[in-house]
C-alpha cells in the first residue's frame, strides 16, 4: 500500500484545512487508517484514526473529523480551529485489521507527511 499526503499548508489561527491520503496498491477496505503528527523535536503523536469508528486525541476532539471514501481509496483528516500547537508534519498511516490502535508502531504502511503550519 503506497500513501501520498496532500493538502498541507499555512493557515491563521481559528482557520481551517482538510489533508487528503490517496491509497494505492490495494483496496484499503479492511485496513484502520490513521493520522499521526510530528512537530519539531517532539516524538509523532496521534491524531486520529478510523475503522468501522473514529477515535480521536483529546487534544483534538471536537475540532478534527476523520473520514474514508472507500470506493475513491481516499482518507480525510478536516481540521477546524487550528491552533499554533497543531503546527506539525502530519503524517497518514494504515494498518490491516479493524482494531484502532493510537501507537505508531503498529500501523505498517506510512505516507511521506505534509506539513501543517499554523501561525498565531
Known amino acids: 500500500v503506497q500513501l501520498v499526503e496532500s493538502g498541507g499548508g499555512l493557515v491563521q489561527a481559528g482557520g481551517s484545512l482538510r489533508l487528503s491520503c490517496a491509497a494505492s496498491g490495494r483496496t484499503f477496505i479492511g485496513y484502520t487508517m490513521g493520522w499521526f503528527r510530528q512537530a519539531p523535536g517532539k516524538a509523532r503523536e496521534f491524531v486520529g484514526a478510523?475503522?468501522?469508528?473514529?477515535d480521536y486525541a483529546d487534544s483534538v476532539k471536537g475540532r478534527f473529523t476523520i473520514s474514508r471514501d472507500n470506493a475513491k481509496n481516499t482518507l480525510y483528516l478536516q481540521m477546524n480551529t487550528l491552533k499554533p500547537e497543531d503546527t506539525a508534519v502530519y503524517y497518514c498511516?494504515?494498518?490491516?485489521?479493524?482494531?484502532?490502535?493510537?501507537?505508531?508502531?503498529?500501523?505498517?504502511?506510512w505516507g511521506q507527511g505534509t506539513q501543517v503550519t499554523v501561525s498565531s
Open positions: 478510523i475503522s468501522w469508528r473514529a
Open positions: 498511516a494504515a494498518k490491516v485489521g479493524s482494531p484502532i490502535v493510537r501507537t505508531a508502531e503498529a500501523y505498517e504502511y
